[in-house]
């Protein structure tokens, strides 16, 4: 059997970005994607985190094929009958070095596939991985057709599913309960009304968040990023709310109605869909990472259960990215030392010192606190109902600010169940 250094499983950005720091230190490396191409088969909302990971690999982020850097952040609660908007703005975002950048997959990925190849790392496409080849415990290489690899690591970067790790019985398949589903689709639109329609300077971009009705209540939200000539437009949903759900809203529905809310058509009038994509993402938090590794491999990115839905934004493309690099520089010290046996516990250390786990750890409650319906009916309404007071004139003597946002307060915020959601607060 042909036998190369390393072995990557998936080329998504974690299997990339690994890929990347392996070639680049001369080690012999073969990825393996089943896509077209990297990025045909890869899903996001848009959003890359690059102030976590700039320095993991500084010379990349210079030319890579960002669409806009994020300089306006936009949260809209959708109650019923009415919409509360918070446009956020501030200097230090609209200045270099950008925190964070919106991106589309296919030119993204596309792109760091090409910069692996030119370190001399082997990109192979349109090919699918069967099988994890087993010695005992220990993996020694894939199995990919008629082809059969080994290697001295196997890094499995096969995304969400992790039908391969889970085949070779290196971990349990994920429970869909803890997972929800994403569905977006890209509507071209010209830069100008893309920069008129989020008050955006030309080249800079917005990040615009939904929460409320356009899951019409259930766990999720609605996403808008914009890009250089498009917006990435979609909703991501929980699977257990929309499967429990007893009016069994069908998802296409939801994204129509959602384009057809009169705070949303405004938005996106005119644009062209030129892309639709669907996809899982876990929501399981820090309870859904597996071992990150044994003998003979290493789980990076999605396939390790690193996502998170914060609420005010939704993570994965960091942690992809910053579990290659890690994954790689373990190796890279493993064979160095002519000790392989030390990568595995190597690359949990650095992925557990670092921010990566560190995050989950912080939002480790996260899933139970945004199980919790109210978040997503009772609040968007509430906030709604009291911006409702405040503005409605009519032909009576008005109430003064204090009484019309007092009533309001009082009724839907000053209650024992919402001081008990407050608390709840501080362990997210
Ligand atoms: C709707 C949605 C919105 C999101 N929004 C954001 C966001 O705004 N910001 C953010 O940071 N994250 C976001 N995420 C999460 C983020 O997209 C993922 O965490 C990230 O793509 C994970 O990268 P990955 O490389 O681990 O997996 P993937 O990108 O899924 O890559 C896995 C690759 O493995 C390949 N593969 C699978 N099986 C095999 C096999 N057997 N053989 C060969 N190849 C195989 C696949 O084709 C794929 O290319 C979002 C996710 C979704 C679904």
Do not use: C
């Amino acid at each position: 059997m042909e036998k190369v250094d390393v072995i990557v499983v998936g080329g998504g950005l974690a299997g990339l970005s690994a890929a990347y720091g392996l070639a680049a230190e001369g080690l012999e490396v073969i990825l393996i994607e089943r896509g077209d191409y990297s990025g045909a088969k890869n899903v996001t909302g848009g959003r890359l985190y690059v102030s976590p990971i700039r320095n993991m690999y500084p010379e990349l982020w210079e030319d890579a094929p960002f669409e806009r850097p994020v300089t306006r952040e936009f949260i809209t609660l959708m109650g019923e009958g009415n919409s509360t908007t918070i446009e956020f703005a501030a200097d230090k975002f609209a200045a270099q070095p950008y925190q964070s950048y919106t991106v589309l997959r296919a030119t993204f990925d596309l792109w760091l596939s090409e910069q692996v190849m030119e370190k001399g790392g082997m990109v192979i496409v349109k090919q699918r991985v069967d099988d994890l080849i087993k010695e005992g415990d220990k993996v020694i290489g894939i199995r990919a057709g008629e082809d059969e690899i080994g290697a001295d690591i196997t890094i499995i970067a096969e995304g969400v599913l992790g039908l391969v790790a889970n085949k070779a019985g290196l971990r349990e398949l994920p429970s869909w309960k803890d997972h929800a589903v994403g569905f977006k689709e890209t509507l071209e639109l010209p830069k100008e009304v893309i920069d008129n329609r989020w008050h955006l300077a030309p080249d800079e971009g917005a990040a615009h968040l939904f929460m409320g009705g356009v899951t019409k209540g259930m766990l999720g939200g609605g996403f808008l990023y914009t890009n250089k000539e498009s917006i990435s437009l979609g909703i991501v949903l929980g699977m257990k709310d929309a499967k429990e759900r007893v009016d069994k809203i069908d998802i296409y529905t939801l994204l129509d109605d959602f384009k057809a809310n009169p705070t949303i058509a405004p938005l996106v009038a005119d644009g062209e869909l030129v892309e639709y994509s669907a996809h899982v993402i876990s929501e399981a938090g820090l309870s859904g990472i597996p071992q990150l590794w044994g003998d003979g491999y290493l789980m990076t990115g999605d396939a390790a259960g690193l996502a998170l839905n914060q609420l005010y934004t939704v993570r994965g493309m960091d942690f992809a990215v910053a579990s290659g690099y890690y994954a790689a520089q373990a190796i890279i010290e493993g064979k160095k030392q002519n000790d392989l046996d030390a990568v595995g516990p190597a690359y949990e250390k650095m992925m557990k010192e670092s921010w990566v786990l560190k995050d989950f750890e912080t939002a480790k409650n996260i899933l139970h606190f945004i199980e919790n319906p109210r978040i997503f009916s009772h609040y968007p309404n509430a906030v709604g109902r009291l911006f409702d007071r405040v503005f409605t004139l009519n032909d009576q003597p008005t109430d003064s600010i204090y009484t019309k946002v007092m009533s309001s307060v009082k009724k839907d915020f000053m209650n024992v169940t919402t001081a008990k959601e407050l608390l709840g607060m501080r362990k997210i």
